[in-house]
């Protein structure tokens, strides 16, 4: 059975290693030695200042969302995890979908502009599949319009756009660290900004917003993680170079072979170092796409419709939307099974199955 991916799993013995120290303090959550040292090694390795370790991806948008004051209209984007747009609905706010870019899947900024209102106090974007959005042009309509800008960077890490991390830009990036992202503490996320004041209240923020034992700045959740956690994250990190590394030489295999048929590859930004996070492809018809899907399934080969359907026509507590662009590519996109120890010859057999579909 090859599924789309697997979690990373490291060594045993290193993870225990990690045990002893928490049952010798008997320190298992609220900001422990191991929370500490797993941002200290995430900030060195990414290049960063400053970054907040949560609970999951979901709570550190909801966070960005609480820490801006946002209210009324955030445009964002349909093709994302659901996540994306709940987390806006959570924090009472109305999502406004814009349409994606064909070549790039992501937000489309001249769709952004079309949908602001004098409702609009913010956009709320994905770098989808790791690869960055035109964050220029998007920044450029936040400061016409007097906007936030938060960037749901949940499949970014070891993403960097004009040489830095790209969880530094916007007025706020948060990130997952779920099992099945390329990085991953279990359950896990984070929330990044430059802005000292917002880091600040963040932090209350992720703490019942407390600044002391029996005092509060402002309203805040439990958005804390635990040493468990944070020793698997300490475990992993020692991995992540390999893990990059085998993600390119997987995906450019993948590439050499499926180039000169007729797949669409979704185009990655030119201002970034990519990380490889998914391999997605976008085939002429729902009806290829489900001939190749069930090939697949048929061998014990699981691609996942990642991201169908469109959020814009998927949600109960959301106002369907026609998006021609989001409706037509998610019902023709797959991504292919991507995971640490994936081997060549399982991407020859995929890859095989695919081209068979395709040339008959
Ligand atoms: C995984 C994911 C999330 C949610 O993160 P969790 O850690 O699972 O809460 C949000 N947005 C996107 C784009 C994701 O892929």
Known sequence: MIPVTKPFMPEKSDFE?????????????????????????????????????????????????????????????PFSYVATTSSIVWENCTPIFADIDPNSLNINPVEIEKCITDKTTAILATHVYGNPCEIEKIDAIAKKYNLKVIY??????????????????????????????????????AVFTTDPELLKKLSYMRNFGHNGPESFVGLGINGKNSEFHAAMGLVNIKWIDSILENRKTQSEYYSKKLINSRIHFPKISKQSGFNYAYYPIVLESEEMCMKIFKSLTKHEIFPRRYFYPSLSTALSYVESKHLEISDDISKRVLCLPLYYDLSFVEIDMITRLILRELNN
């Open 152 to 189: 749901d960077a949940a499949h970014c890490f070891g993403t960097t756009y004009n040489g830095k991390s790209v969880f530094e830009y916007g007025d706020i990036s948060t990130t997952s660290f779920h099992a099945t992202k390329l990085f991953h503490t279990i359950e896990g996320g």
């Open 17 to 77: 290693a990690y045990l002893d120290g928490i049952w010798k303090r008997e320190w298992l959550t609220n900001n422990g030695p191991l929370v500490n040292e797993l941002e200290l090694k995430l900030k060195d390795f990414l290049g960063l200042k400053h970054m907040l370790y949560v609970t999951n991806g979901t709570i550190a948008l909801q966070l960005a969302i609480k820490a801006l004051d946002l209210d009324g209209e955030i445009i964002t984007t």
